[in-house]
């Protein structure tokens, strides 16, 4: 569709000589929220890792705003508006919440901006606020994840990649976590790709769902046809 934010055509990827994804196609519009959803293994990471260039493409197209992006540099996705945050959240535990933070900026051009987009993240999280000084290993795994998606929004992404963001919380924080997600869009336009194991929880706030099975599309449809649809959910989500 014209005016896609991500639009990825017939992307074949993976590790070895036998690919994980096969052909998928899948579409974010800016502003949209779209859960990709499966079971283990279906190659959900993989797709993830792919967009933000950790994983080759073997074949197809991925389109930013139009543009094709084979070839390009993870630190140019980054300046792009890509941001990716990893199953496990990749927050340095040794360091500090306000250094991990700062980490998110280092690449910016704009200092002036990424100290204001970290007064901005520390007014969504207070709880990371009231923790600046804490090491990572001192967090609990909520704020671990609110550290993890801080340190995404401080270089301002339009796309956020987000791997397993309730992996081992409590339904309360995962609860919250959803939430946000669904202000920041609100607020800022955010367009999210969003792997989740929880997919009533991912299904509350996404506007499409996308669903894997080995390494394939099998259903692709809106949130709430997903949601409302008992034979889908029974054939394809597990519930
Ligand atoms: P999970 O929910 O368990 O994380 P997933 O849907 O995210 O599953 P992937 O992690 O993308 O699935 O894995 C898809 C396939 O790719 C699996 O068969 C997995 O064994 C394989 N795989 C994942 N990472 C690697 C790797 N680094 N090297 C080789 N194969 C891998």
Known sequence: M??????V??????????PV???????VQPGEIV?????????KTTLLRT???????????????????AGTKVEHLVRRGIAHVPEGRGVVTELTVDENLRLGGLWR????????????????????????TFAGHQLSGGERQMLALG???IGRPRLLLLDEPSLGLAPKVTRHIMTLLRDLRARTGLAVLLV????????????????????????????SVLRDDADLRHAYLGF
Do not use: M, W
Request: charged share 25%; aromatic share 2%.
């Open 2 to 7: 014209s005016g896609a934010l991500l639009q």
């Open 21 to 27: 994804l096969h052909e998928v196609d899948l579409t």
């Open 196 to 223: 989740e194991q929880n997919v009533r929880s991912a299904l509350s706030i996404a506007d499409e769902g996308v669903v894997l099975a080995l390494g394939r599309v099998v259903v692709r449809n809106r949130a």
């Open 151 to 153: 340190r995404a929004l």
């Open 9 to 18: 055509e017939g992307l074949t990827a993976g590790y070895g000589a036998a």
């Open 35 to 43: 859960a990709v959803l499966g079971a283990n293994g279906a190659g």
């Open 51 to 69: 967009l933000s260039g950790l994983v080759k493409c073997t074949h197809g197209r991925v389109l930013l705003d139009g543009d094709d992006l």
């Open 109 to 132: 051009r704009d200092r002036a901006d990424a100290r204001v987009a970290l007064d901005e993240v520390y007014d969504l999280f207070p709880s990371l606020a009231q923790r600046r």
